[in-house]
């Protein structure tokens, strides 16, 4: 059995002074790729530079929603440059966190929209966060109708109605450990909506370990065996059987094939 993780962030501190270790527990696992996602100014370098020491391992990078405001257009011309990298394999994280507010909401549009627009001109990929926003994060993409190579909305947590929507556009959608959370009966009725050639599982490591790890810390990407496991329960389908497809979708959407 062979996993992608298509969405963790193993340059962040917790993970990154024990990469080797992190790497080989998650190779046991049966998690042997990986797209590392980098989203802070000034460390987009430092991603790139990792994925070089690993064979599988691929990077996303964007600027998170959360620091919008600190983004200067040198930032994003160093994106653009960046992400020309042939182990860049998205531009992402993008998109809008209107629950935490870190940002202005108008500064973190501007900023998705610069996003979008590098990933149109370079036909990448591109990974969206979006959180207590997802009217609006659909608007800013919407503008973009047609422009995209593909969209991925990561983390996905959303309602019945939002999974139609997220599906109507063609998009697709990936589930971290929040799919095996007791409460999360609507994150499992959406994974049970989401056709196989656009479902997408991801840890977002070092964060959100999933039951029954759930007090691991950090999380990382071997623990992802487990949400795996939890959304082939819901598919009524073998771990096996699941995990070949669902790699299959990932390495379409991130070219990896
Ligand atoms: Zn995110
Ligand atoms: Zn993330």
Redesign the pocket.
Known sequence: MKLIDT?CHLTFDDLKDDIDGVVARSIEAGVCSWVT?G?EPGRLEGVIALTDRFENMYAALGY?PHDAKSVSDDDLLDLRKLCANDKVVAVG?T?L?FFYDYSPRQVQKDIFRAHLKIAEDLKLPV?I?T?NAFDETMDVLDEYKGRLKDVVI??FSGTEEQTRLVLDRGYHVSFTGIVTFKKAKETRQAAKMVPLDRLMVET?CPFISPVPVRNQRPCEPALMIHTARKIAEVKEMSLEDFAEKVTETSKKFFGLL
Do not use: F, K, P, S
């Open positions: 969405h996602v989203t998170h994280e998109g966190d990974i966060h959180r990561h983390c977002d």
